[in-house]
């Protein structure tokens, strides 16, 4: 992965032709940077804690990128496919280094109390000892990159702006992909000296000479986060999530913490527009816990006839409420990071699409018929010659090695390449949003849609939300957990005050405020281990009635979990689906909700007294209604 120096002058030569607005890519010497504002000296501080062997500033020109994939090809990180699938390659990690850190992961508040019970606190005195050792040296003979990135428009007051540095060529690609990173970020950083630091590395030093492996991480991993400082540093794993430091650490974690103190919201959420036939739009954002359709439901296809779905986001947005009273949203990343198995055709052409081209894929297989990626589900037909995410040629399926792709599998492609993106995904002011959704997988109890009756009692189904656990994270496959808002691994602080905070955000101020409507939704319901609901496309179902809900084109029947659709307003009768199965989707079962109540109940009192009261009171409205 390292450069030889006669190497490095011969492809310089080269590197130096290829030109983008008249910067080619900047290679430094060990020397430190010229420079004293906080954008130099971050560097130097670092540069001379770790001990690299080259430092290289993030300019994001197509010589640049063109030198980061001869880097990763050269040294195995990569394999180039197929030319029918232009500029896209495949990477496979260590088997070790698969999903986020969930347990290794660390906020590190002056008081634990300010962490909650759903994270993992460290001592941040402490935890800064370990850091400085554990950093020291930590890049020797390797490359520091920088990248001055922003997430969000440039323009955006609702932008953040980060500087991550890394040893691994690899995240810095994907976060050229991921973030508006490179020389011009960099002059606003120069000139605000405004940014959050950002430490990576992936903790496998090389001795002089020494060979390096495909994909380098270290069996000690760790991630931490500063909410006082507002730093993130991240040691010893590779892995998207882990890595790339502007996604969940600085966007989720570290900014809820932000929005926390300046009055707004960041959130585990896709933003989409809906357009009905007549030409009237939305926009939506809704919460689902990691591989529960999220990304799908952002490239929706409708079903029905004159419905058109944009996207805006498929992973994480930021809303703020505008002068003129209603919350706006802008998507603070620039790519998608999506789940690989269960996309497909069928299940999200859209996302296959955007595929085509230009895209990073990591631990899928490798048919080696046509040079091309697979994974589970994305053909009805397996390729008989796959090499599977290991790297293990001529796989078949067995006890040992039953899926060819890694579970949690991902594709890194730049958001550009999305047919249906919305015009106004890069708008500096953001969408306005009438309608957030929470959804989970559950198999039972929760409904297929349902409205909150407030704003509290809709802060409730993001406090009671659950789902059964996916291959994102470390917890057993189909375990049922609590994931908050789809914020569980993500919330920076305590999360009953994050709670207080979405309270707090419906209060009306004097601003005038247009609350959306919130509602419930569950794709998954089953019967037999059956789907009832059909999901995918179909889903555009749901969404009319939630649009129509919003323009109060329909009315609800009130029940003791929230407002339901009447039958004849929900857009199903060429589904075929049995009159039995529609009232299945739409059952509100007392026995159910009687151990869902006491199991939400349980969830709750972990969070001690400062769960807000408000919470408190919706949960019992339902049980006392549930109980008559």
Not at 138 to 166: D, E, H
Not at 598 to 613: Q, V
């Amino acid at each position: 992965m390292i450069i030889a120096r006669s190497k490095w002058r011969t492809r310089r030569k080269i590197w130096n032709r290829k030109k983008l607005n008249g910067q080619a890519c900047r290679m430094l010497s060990k020397s430190p940077l010229k420079g004293d504002d906080k954008f130099h000296n971050f560097i130097n501080q670092y540069q001379a804690l770790c001990k690299p062997k080259n430092v290289h500033i993030i300019d994001g020109s197509d010589a640049e990128r063109d030198m980061l994939l001869s880097v990763l090809q050269d040294s195995g990180t990569l394999h180039k496919l197929t030319d029918d699938r232009p500029n896209s390659y495949l990477a496979r990690s260590s088997p070790g280094d698969v999903a986020r850190l969930e347990s290794r992961t660390f906020i590190c508040s002056d008081d634990p109390v300010d962490a909650g019970p759903t994270n993992r606190w460290k001592d941040p005195k402490k935890m800064r000892v370990v850091n400085e050792f554990i950093f020291d040296s930590c890049m020797a003979n390797r490359t520091m990159y920088v990248i001055p990135f922003c997430m969000g428009p440039l323009s955006s007051n609702l932008s953040k702006l980060g500087v991550q540095i890394t040893d691994s060529p690899y995240v810095a690609l994907s976060m050229t992909i991921m973030t508006r990173a490179g020389k011009k970020v960099q002059r606003i950083i120069e000139e605000s000296g405004n940014f959050v630091p950002c430490v990576h590395s992936i903790g496998h030093p090389l001795q002089p000479r020494e060979k390096d492996v495909p994909w380098p991480s270290n069996a000690m991993k760790v991630l931490t986060h500063f909410p006082v400082t507002r730093e993130i540093f991240s040691y010893g794993s590779g892995y998207g999530g882990n890595s790339l430091l502007g996604k969940k650490c600085l966007a989720l974690r570290i900014a809820s913490i932000i929005a926390r103190d300046e009055g707004w919201l960041a959130e585990h959420m896709l933003i989409l527009g809906l357009t009905n036939p007549e030409g009237k739009k939305i926009y939506i954002a809704a919460a689902f816990p990691s591989a529960c359709g999220k990304t799908n439901l952002a490239m929706l296809t409708p079903t029905i006839p004159g419905w058109k779905v944009e996207t805006v986001g498929d992973d994480i947005a930021w809303m703020k409420f505008g002068k003129d009273g209603k919350l706006y949203a802008i998507n603070p990343e620039y790519g998608f990071f999506g789940v690989a198995p269960g996309t497909s055709v069928s299940s999200n052409p859209i996302a296959m699409d955007s595929i085509k081209s230009d895209t990073l894929f990591t631990n899928v297989a490798l048919n080696t018929d046509t040079n091309d990626i697979w994974w589970e589900d994305m053909t009805k037909e397996v390729p008989p010659n796959l090499t599977d995410w290991k790297g293990n040629k001529n796989w078949k399926p067995s006890p040992e090695t039953p899926l060819s792709a890694h579970p949690n599998s991902r594709f890194c492609v730049p958001i550009s390449n999305c047919e249906t993106i919305d015009p106004d995904y890069n708008s500096p002011n953001g969408v306005p949003i009438s309608a957030i959704i929470f959804g989970g997988r559950r198999s039972d109890t929760i409904p297929l849609v349902a409205e909150a009756k407030s704003w509290n009692h809709g802060t409730f189904y993001g406090a009671s939300l659950s789902s059964e656990s996916t291959a994102a994270s470390e917890v057993e496959r189909g375990k049922l957990r609590y994931d908050p808002f789809a914020m569980l691994p993500f919330c920076g602080y305590n999360m009953a005050d994050y709670f207080g905070h979405w309270i707090n955000m419906g209060r009306e101020d004097g601003t005038n405020k247009q609350l959306p409507k919130i509602f419930n939704v569950n794709w998954f319901q089953k019967e037999n281990n059956k789907f009832l609901w059909p999901g995918f496309g179909e889903n555009s179902r749901v969404l009319k009635w939630i649009f129509e809900r919003v323009e109060e084109k329909v009315d609800a029947r009130e029940t003791a979990i929230g407002l339901m659709p009447y039958k004849e307003d929900l857009d199903i009768d060429d589904l075929g689906i049995d009159e039995r199965v529609v009232d299945k989707l739409f059952e509100v079962n007392q026995n159910l909700w009687k151990k869902n109540i006491e199991s939400i109940k349980e969830n709750f009192e972990s969070y001690g007294d400062r769960l807000p009261k408000e919470l408190k009171e919706e949960l019992d409205a339902v049980e006392q209604i549930i109980n008559k």
